[in-house]
């Protein structure tokens, strides 16, 4: 049996001393072609049951299903391997399975036994807790263990990157995916890193690429994912300035500001929302923001958040909190905090988050790692038309609300502004 293969997945189709298998690539690469390719390669060589997971159960019929029928067909073994259609499943003769489920009919997970085999397709769709759900159906009593995922490059917000890759908010490095671009193979661990572009892919038209370049001019998140192949940012960030820098380097730049503006700005939450403090710095003559500390937290009454920011009670900083909050602002000031409401007026938020971004640059310490979390990744909300909304963002920002009231007194010269003309000298008559 011959079959043409794209070179770049040729190591790939038979490498399976990993239990994860990690393919992550733009559009057309054939990235899902070849981890179906692999899957019965394997069922043909060893009995197993291989279990293929989507998001939503119906989109395996012209997927998955689909495509492994297409590969038995011109393969010759449509006549051994029999496809089918309802319920989905493929049988081949030497007793291996392949089963299809979709996350969105969980209850029916629950009576698969003897899986050694998990392709998890379109894997940054499904949700991270059913990713360990189904690690946990992933059990043999004899045979290696294999889960192979395959998935379009998405936002780094996303579980995938932060599970394969870096979580910031855990401070946790796997590997970073700049590495996974330039070798584009790599093993970590137990898992196989595989990056793969439509470049890879041989029997690809070459006006479907055409198509991939031309979104560089009119979609360049769209060109990241679809043509490079790259996670990222998704959408318009709001803070594009925003950087991080090692704690020591940042107390320094705070220690070198000639006559360094600090202030400090706390968001009220306790459920789903967060008591968020920030402790910034303001060079006014370079116009870059330094922040330099926080504390987050939620699900904290006021006397137990009063016991962990005592420090600001014995310093008497002043913190400007939000204003919505009157109550609790009066809480605190009885305890002998020095608290006063920011001011709120209608539009704030959108003036308010102007008057961040015309910073130069904001600087934030690698221990606030809440506010990195938030503010470097934070995009636009988008309205259904596509054009984006300026006071809504991809998440509630607690830390921004926080940089707003610790600010609000202060006005950052917008460079949109015209300056004023210098008045020319006079000149003398002779």
Not at 34 to 50: G, N
Not at 153 to 180: A, C, I, Q, S, Y
Not at 269 to 281: K, M, P, Q, T, V
Not at 305 to 310: A, F, H, N, P, S
């Amino acid at each position: 049996m011959e079959k043409d293969v794209n070179p770049h997945f040729e190591d790939f189709l038979f490498d399976w001393s990993t239990k994860f298998q990690f393919l992550v690539g733009g559009y057309g690469s054939s990235k899902s072609y070849h981890v179906a390719l692999k899957v019965i390669l394997k069922l043909l060589e060893e009995k197993r049951t291989a279990l293929v997971i989507r998001e939503v159960y119906d989109t395996h019929r012209d997927s998955t299903y689909s495509l492994f029928d297409e590969i038995i067909t011109d393969l010759g073994l449509d006549h051994k391997i029999k496809c089918v259609s309802s319920p989905m499943q493929i049988r081949f003769p030497n007793g291996s399975k392949i089963i299809f489920k979709g996350m969105d009919k969980p209850a029916k997970l629950k009576s698969i036994n003897n899986v050694s085999l998990i392709w998890i397709e379109e894997c940054s769709e499904v949700k991270y807790a059913g990713f360990k759900e189904l690690l946990g159906r992933l059990r043999h009593p004899s045979l290696q263990l294999h889960m192979i995922l395959s998935t379009n490059p998405v936002g780094e917000d996303n579980w995938t990157f932060k599970h394969f890759f870096k979580d910031e908010m855990n401070n946790r490095l796997v590997l970073d995916d700049k590495e996974l671009y330039e070798k584009r193979t790599i093993v970590v661990g137990d898992t196989y890193y595989h990056h793969s572009t439509a470049d890879d892919n041989l029997f690809l038209q070459e006006s479907y690429i055409a198509q991939l370049d031309e979104l560089k001019e009119y979609d360049p998140d769209l060109y990241r994912i679809a043509r490079r192949g790259h996670f990222g940012i998704n959408g318009v960030r709001v803070l594009p300035q925003f950087t991080v820098e090692s704690h020591e380097e940042v107390i320094k730049a705070i220690e070198n500001i000639r006559n360094p503006l600090k202030r400090v700005g706390m968001d009220f939450g306790f459920e789903d929302s967060y008591n968020a403090i920030i402790r910034l710095a303001v060079d006014t003559d370079k116009k870059i923001l330094y922040i330099y500390w926080e504390y987050y937290k939620n699900q904290m009454t006021d006397d137990q958040t009063e016991k962990q920011i005592i420090e600001f009670k014995e310093s008497q900083e002043l913190i400007k909190a939000d204003n919505a909050e009157p109550k609790t602002i009066k809480y605190y000031r009885q305890r002998g905090f020095n608290m006063v409401g920011a001011r709120k007026f209608k539009g704030s938020r959108l003036q308010y988050t102007k008057k961040v971004k015309r910073f130069k640059k904001i600087v934030c310490s690698d221990i606030c790692t809440n506010t990195i979390y938030e503010l470097k990744p934070l995009t636009y909300k988008k309205d259904k038309n596509g054009n984006i909304i300026k006071d809504e963002f991809s998440i509630d920002p607690h830390t921004l609300s926080a940089i707003w009231y610790a600010i609000d007194d202060y006005e950052v010269a917008d460079l949109k502004d015209k300056p004023k003309e210098r008045q020319r000298p006079k000149r003398e008559r002779r």
